[in-house]
């Protein structure tokens, strides 16, 4: 006779079943498909938390370190519902990636710039990779630090705070986003910097607004890109893995 299986409720847990656990900043911004923060954009399921009090103002304008509580408490919240990694929707997240790993005994991923060393490291000498932030009059060298890379000078930095139709959702909190113009941005950027430095090799988005041009961006440069996508989706694989079937 075949053990009846059992299921124990977690502490603290309202709901099951997610493999992600998203911390989303205090920001009204409209999440469209692609966009970090809309569900659509992943192939499982994915649990939503929003972290009061850590505006766009007081993580990229002023960073205040005082946050690092909330943050934690936010990412603890997830990990009591059942999740096997937790992730941010901000790259300037990074600052409190250290805090959260130490609280938690899953995975934490906070920022896609986390997959700078792993980029570096597929770099020939001399070669660099370009980062496409959302400020970067507000990006400093010490976010490449954080993340672990071992030539900071690698890294080319553009911003996206040129762009009005990105600046004002992704910066100032406007309640409307149209696709078209921020597109465009994007792939001018990437152009540009392809262009001006011909020795760039792969392109980093580190924005989490910014996935849903990533296809045009390659498409423009015929280089790999990287976004907060393509990180969730690595470490969810790593997490989830599956018998291979096949032929021999």
Avoid: W
Wanted: glycine residues 10%; neutral net charge.
């Amino acid at each position: 006779m075949e053990e009846m299986e059992e299921y124990v409720a977690r502490s603290g847990a309202d709901s099951y079943g997610h493999a992600v656990g998203i911390i989303l900043i205090d920001s009204p911004t409209p999440f469209i498909p692609g966009d970090v923060g809309n569900a659509s954009s992943f192939k499982y399921p994915v649990l939503y938390r929003t972290v009061e009090g850590v505006t766009v103002d007081r993580l990229i304008n002023r960073f205040d370190p005082g946050n690092a509580g909330a943050v934690v408490r936010t990412a603890k919240d997830l990990a009591a519902h059942g999740v096997r990694l937790v992730t941010s929707d901000c790259g300037f997240m990074l600052r409190f990636q250290k805090e959260v790993a130490t609280a938690l005994k899953v995975p934490v991923a906070l920022s896609s710039l986390s997959q700078l060393p792993f980029i570096e490291s597929t770099l020939g000498r001399g070669d660099r990779v370009g980062v496409i932030t959302a400020n970067g009059e507000k990006f400093d060298r010490e976010l490449l630090t954080l993340a672990g890379m071992r030539n900071p000078d690698a890294a080319l930095v553009r911003g996206m705070e040129g762009c009005p139709g990105f600046k004002g959702p992704a910066l100032e909190n406007t309640l409307r986003l149209k696709p078209g113009p921020i597109r465009g941005h994007a792939v001018s950027l990437a152009r540009e910097m392809v262009a001006g430095e011909p020795q760039i090799r792969a392109i980093l988005l580190e924005c989490s607004m910014l996935p849903p041009y990533a296809a045009a961006i390659q498409r423009a440069v015929g280089l790999p890109v990287f976004d907060f996508i393509t990180m969730i989706d690595c470490l969810v694989g790593a997490s989830f893995r599956k018998d291979f079937t096949g032929f021999y």
